[in-house]
């Protein structure tokens, strides 16, 4: 069974930067075959996509978080990270990594932008 744990989020203010780290518990054979992806969910709204990176690297973003948000995973250690700069208001959101929504979800973590 595959458990997510999330972490990394805080408060920030507007044009700062958080790093997000996601710890894919299970096998690294399992780790290394999948897509991985950050995902948030802003109060009152759909959960809702921001960026991916497929097994051998390839990444994918959200046209919102394009040119600020990278996505990375290290296929040693199970983790997947989302660097965040130029944060704005409208990041605040608690933020997840699944690999679509393949796994159970964690708790996520929140990030908070202050304008």
């Known amino acids: 069974q595959v458990q997510l744990v999330e972490s990394g989020g805080g408060l920030v203010q507007a044009g700062g930067s958080l790093r997000l780290s996601c710890l894919v518990s299970g096998s690294i054979f399992i780790f290394r075959t999948n897509a991985l992806g950050w995902y948030r969910q802003a109060p009152g709204k759909q959960r809702e996509f921001v960026a991916d990176?497929?097994?051998?690297?390839?990444?994918n973003y959200a046209d919102s978080v394009k040119g600020r948000f990278t996505i990375s995973r290290d296929n040693f250690k199970n983790m997947v990270y989302l660097q965040m700069n130029s944060l704005k208001p409208e990041d605040t959101a608690v933020y997840y990594c699944n690999s679509g929504s393949k796994w159970p979800w964690g708790q996520g973590t929140q990030v908070t932008v202050s304008s």
């Open positions: 990176i497929t097994s051998d690297g390839n990444t």
